[in-house]
């Protein structure tokens, strides 16, 4: 069964940080691109960042540049979200994906972490 | 990058056919062939339904079709079905290297 797991979701306060992990199987974990996503309560999808097969390259949205590092450790086939300075209008839905190709297109999705951002 | 613009709401009779669109710009949708959609039910992880415009993975049903012309792509449900009730998402690759989904669609059969 292909299936990212996202974990390391919570209730943090502002200005902190907080890292995210996603676990990996049923596909060849360090081959695959893979992506970020989340989304707010009763708000759209919203792209955070992608991370190449090997880690040598990574992207990021305007909206986390600076604050969040994506991050994989092949050899546990999982990646890793760290964020910083944490905002309100960062809590969501946190999802993993692996990518179909060409870090264009988030392929199989977890079910998701929640991140509370509040004081 | 500002989200892609999709219709907030769209419906169809069990049976009919429906479009919704998806509308960029030439730096994200009319510049790439990279535009996706995603099912998301209430609760649910969203689902790839289509990439690269008009291309289906395993698995999804062949009423799903997709299309582009210029910085506008369509995403067209054809026998709508109960099951096909759900919010609708485009996504595009962007000229930053970057990707960005669509304000969301919600489908509604009637």
């Known amino acids: 069964q292909v299936q990212p797991v996202e974990s390391g979701g919570g209730v943090v306060q502002p200005g902190r940080s907080l890292r995210l992990s996603c676990a990996a199987s049923g596909f060849p974990f360090s081959s695959y691109g893979m992506h970020w996503v989340r989304q707010a309560p009763d708000k759209g999808l919203e792209w955070v960042a992608v991370?190449?097969?090997?880690?040598?390259?990574?992207y990021y949205a305007d909206s986390v540049k600076g604050r969040f590092t994506i991050s994989r450790d092949n050899s546990k086939n999982t990646m890793f979200l760290q964020m910083n300075s944490l905002r309100a209008e960062d809590t969501a839905v946190y999802y993993c994906a692996n990518d179909h190709g060409d870090y264009a297109v988030p392929l199989i999705w977890g079910q998701g972490t929640m991140v509370t951002v509040s004081s | 990058q500002s989200a892609l613009t999709q219709p907030a709401s769209v419906s169809g009779s069990p049976g009919l056919s429906i479009t919704i669109s998806c509308t960029g710009t030439?730096?994200?949708?009319?510049?790439?062939?990279?535009v996706s959609w995603y099912q998301q039910h209430p609760g649910k992880a969203p689902k790839l339904m289509i990439f690269?415009?008009?291309s289906r993975p395993s698995g999804v049903s062949h009423r799903f079709s997709g299309s582009k012309s210029g910085n506008t792509a369509s995403l067209t449900i054809s026998g709508l079905l109960p099951e096909d009730e759900a919010e609708y998402y485009c996504s595009s690759y962007t000229s930053s290297s970057t990707l960005v989904f669509g304000t969301g669609t919600k489908v509604t059969v009637l």
């Open positions: 030439s730096s994200d949708v009319g510049g790439y062939n990279f």
């Open positions: 991370i190449s097969y090997d880690g040598s390259d990574k």
């Open positions: 690269d415009v008009s």
